[in-house]
């Protein structure tokens, strides 16, 4: 099951709007830089994948991985989230469970941001 184009980023504006005024998590693996909007009923979500992370089977695999740690995983994200992930191009030598662990932490993380500026 796909991740709904309404709860993608789709234009560059918002993938500019995100990297410019979010706030950047180092992960490791990846990066997360997020913004939370309060209009928003949804998160939405996006990932950049670039050449330099290897071809476009290992690229399109981390966009897959990715998309689905975050249809399984927004409930844990506060309403409204906007999520822009850049993998590294060693997110692939760690295994599923590594990137989902590493993923729910950003998420918890996000989360208290989120929860301590209210």
Known sequence: MAVPAHQRL???YDFEQ????GTRLNCGLFIVQYTVEDQLKHSR????ASRRGGN???RNYGKRVFR???RNHQ???PLGTNLVMVLRSNFDSVPYAELEMRF?????TISENFNSEK
């Open 75 to 77: 409930k844990n994200l």
């Open 10 to 12: 789709r234009t560059q």
């Open 18 to 21: 995100v990297r410019s005024q």
């Open 104 to 108: 729910l932490k950003a998420c918890k």
């Open 56 to 58: 476009a089977v290992k």
């Open 45 to 48: 979500l996006g990932v950049i």
């Open 68 to 70: 689905n740690l975050f």
